[in-house]
């Protein structure tokens, strides 16, 4: 493979009437600052003429179509495309004209600084402007899902697909693993881009077609956000949503027993309601803090939990009453030993819990390794085993041809 300076990487799926617009207008930008650049348009099979158009637009442009023929999905696309590019610049964007091509020169540019190791088409920066179709929940929407990823970067637009940064920074990323759309905020995180620039863009509605950007879309971003959490924050983060579940528990033990003190007498219905929050708190544990073990039997796991619970409940019982028994300061302070006891008893728990009540013993799928960005349900499985375990080899950028049994063009 010759390289050259910049590949453009476009995913498709039915985008037939926008490529005639969209290929001439990326030529003309990157031709008129003597840029070296191919064009990569990324196909999932799709039903409509595609690869005539794209043999007859290369005759005239630098295009190069890949076609994938069973797999689908914008982020899986997109790393497809790095894989086969030939550019030192990677650079990602829309087929539906939403992201303006002029602007391809100006993002390339901000990379010839060396501090700069991400630069975004960005629609939330001064000088910005998303389409005036925007209804208030599309905004609304877009907002929160930028919202929910800051604890992970500081970007205004982190949900931009339109995005370039050096093949060097994707090949050196941590295995890429994303699920949905945000394939940018995945380069982000795992490509450990701390200096990322962001250049002002106007977002128009797309020119043909419709979004692909479904519920179901919305729902893979959350489940993709949990692992960039995971990745970020390691166990941090498990003992946050730990401790969110004890809460909720607290809630669950607290209504239950104002419903049961109708029916039972006192000491039963304490009992039953703390036995309810106890298995509340065992499934949404096992459902999303270490989902990494859903897969181990789920007996074993509530008879080694309950146990757990039961230690995490003697651990506060002594730290709360040996306090007070040691230390005549405490004696005057009951509250407050109690209130160590208690977390000391849920520090107690946590550790129980991670590693010995919902510890990963199978390594669900071992024998499927996650290529970079193929996510699988084996791929999603690892990624959520601890760090020690999941380690998988960098992303591969492939120097091999292009497959000839694809149709290509070039
Ligand atoms: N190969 C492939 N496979 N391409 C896909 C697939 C797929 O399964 N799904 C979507 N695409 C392509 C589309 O053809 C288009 O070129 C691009 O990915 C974006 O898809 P749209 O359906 O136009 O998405 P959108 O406009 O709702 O979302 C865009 O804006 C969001 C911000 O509002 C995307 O750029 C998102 O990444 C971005 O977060
Ligand atoms: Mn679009």
New binding site residues.
């Given amino acids: 493979m010759t390289p050259c300076d910049l590949t453009i990487i476009?995913?498709?799926?039915?985008?037939a009437a926008n490529l005639p617009v969209l290929v001439p207008r990326i030529t003309a930008a990157v031709h008129h600052v003597g840029l070296d650049a191919e064009i990569l348009i990324?196909?999932?099979n799709s039903p409509d003429d595609t690869p005539d158009l794209c043999r007859r637009l290369a005759a005239e442009f630098p295009v190069r179509l890949e076609v994938?023929q069973s797999e689908?999905?914008?982020s899986s696309?997109v790393i497809h495309g790095m894989r086969q590019a030939r550019g030192a610049v990677l650079l990602v964007m829309?087929?539906?004209l939403?992201h303006p091509p002029e602007k391809i020169p100006e993002l390339v540019a901000a990379l010839n600084d060396p501090e700069i190791d991400f630069v975004i088409g960005s629609r939330y920066v001064p000088g910005a402007a998303t389409d005036e179709s925007w209804g208030l929940f599309r905004k609304l929407n877009?907002r929160v899902a930028t919202w929910l990823a800051r604890p992970l970067t500081r970007v205004a637009d982190p949900?931009?697909?339109?995005f370039a940064l050096r093949k060097t920074t994707f090949a050196s990323a941590a295995p890429l693993d994303p699920i949905g759309?945000?394939i940018?905020l995945e380069l982000i995180v795992k490509g450990r881009c701390r200096q990322v620039r962001e250049i002002p863009i106007r977002f128009a509605d797309?020119l043909h077609g419709t979004?692909?950007?479904t519920l179901r879309e919305q729902v893979n971003y959350v489940r993709h956000l949990k692992r960039l959490y995971e990745f970020q924050f390691g166990g941090w983060f498990h003992l946050l949503l730990f401790l969110a579940v004890g809460l909720a528990g607290m809630g669950v033990d607290l209504a239950s027993y104002a419903v049961l003190l109708a029916w039972l007498p006192l000491a039963a219905a304490r009992g039953a309601a703390i036995w309810t929050a106890m298995t509340f708190n065992f499934w949404l544990n096992r459902r999303f803090t270490f989902s990494a073990a859903r897969r181990e039997p789920a007996l074993r796991q509530y008879a080694a939990f309950c146990l757990s619970c039961l230690c995490g409940a003697g651990v506060n019982w002594g730290l709360s009453v040996g306090l007070c028994r040691l230390n005549s300061a405490f004696d005057g302070h009951r509250l407050a030993a109690a209130m160590l006891g208690a977390v000391g008893g849920a520090g107690f728990n946590f550790l129980l819990s991670r590693s010995f009540v919902f510890r990963a013993r199978t390594r669900v799928g071992a024998a499927a390794q996650p290529q970079c960005g193929v996510s699988s349900p084996a791929s999603a499985e690892l990624a959520t085993l601890p760090a020690s375990l999941g380690q998988e080899p960098a992303n591969q950028v492939s120097e091999a041809p292009v497959r000839e049994s694809e149709p290509v063009v070039s």
């Fill in positions: 476009v995913p498709t799926y039915r985008e990324v196909d999932d994938r689908r999905g914008l696309a829309d087929a539906d939403s877009s949900m931009a697909g339109f759309y945000k940018g797309r979004s692909k950007l």
